[in-house]
């Protein structure tokens, strides 16, 4: 599938991780993750989404969402997608519930195994 959105380029692994961390109020813990089960994330209509997990660290307050696609591009073209602005339209938190900005990471396999 060369050249198709989900399909890794030339040279490019087949595993690409992208994370969020939160700085999160902890006595708005349950309120951050009430959001996040109850908001669309239009991700099941993508090409090259494999899975989704919003993780919640020992310490009180850290939160990552983990996003596993088949490939880097595969997850660029959906940052440029309508189903990542539909997705993100929900995705405002009410005032004091997050510290901070978001921090994106990115990460790519360099070994895979089952």
């Given at each position: 599938?060369?050249?198709s959105v989900g399909a890794p380029r030339e040279?490019?692994?087949a595993l690409f991780i992208a994370m969020n961390q939160f700085e999160v109020d902890p006595a708005r813990g349950a309120e951050f993750e009430a959001r996040w089960?109850?908001?669309e994330t239009h991700l099941a209509e993508v090409p090259?989404?494999?899975r989704f997990a919003l993780l919640r660290g020992d310490e009180p307050g850290r939160y990552l969402s983990h996003s596993t696609?088949?490939?880097r591009s595969a997850f660029?073209?959906?940052t440029r997608s309508e189903a990542f602005r539909r997705a993100h339209q929900q995705a405002r938190m009410p005032e004091g519930v997050l510290r901070g900005?978001?921090?994106l990471q990115t990460f790519e396999a360099v070994l895979e195994q089952p």
């Open positions: 599938m060369a050249g040279n490019e692994m089960r109850e908001r090259g989404f494999v696609w088949q490939s660029e073209a959906w900005h978001p921090k």
